[in-house]
């Protein structure tokens, strides 16, 4: 089992920044992929962001690319990610999730966190 908690989620205006975390324990953090995904009110959970067990690889949705940085630190046993030029479209819960294997997709993930809440204000 991994156990995943995710911080840092808050209130913020349009154009700001926020960078969540994750911590993991458990299993060995280093064997897993670590994704970011994300669910606004009524609609369904979509794919944020992922990193590989190094850190040396990343992908992320078109949406948030080029303001979204995924990263980890491995000594830490912790999953980050930074989120600048933030829209009102970024509203959603955030979830931090681990994969065996990199992965863009719901089905893929072993272990999810509870999310934390990120509202963007216009």
């Known amino acids: 089992q991994v156990q995943l908690v995710e911080s840092g989620g808050g209130l913020v205006q349009a154009g700001g920044s926020l960078r969540l975390s994750c911590a993991a324990s458990?299993?060995?953090?280093?064997?897993?992929?670590m994704n970011w995904f994300r669910q606004a009110p009524g609609k369904e959970r979509e794919f944020v962001a992922t990193?590989?067990?190094?850190?040396?690889?990343?992908g992320y949705a078109a949406s948030v690319k080029g303001r979204f940085t995924i990263s980890r630190d491995n000594a830490k046993n912790t999953v980050y990610l930074q989120m600048n030029s933030l829209k009102p479209e970024d509203t959603a819960v955030y979830y931090c999730?681990?994969?065996?294997?990199?992965?863009?997709?719901?089905?893929?993930?072993?272990?999810w966190g509870k999310g934390t809440l990120v509202t963007i204000s216009s």
């Open positions: 999730a681990a994969s065996t294997v990199v992965t863009r997709t719901s089905s893929g993930v072993d272990y």
């Open positions: 458990g299993r060995t953090f280093s064997n897993y992929a």
């Open positions: 990193i590989n067990v190094s850190g040396g690889s990343t």
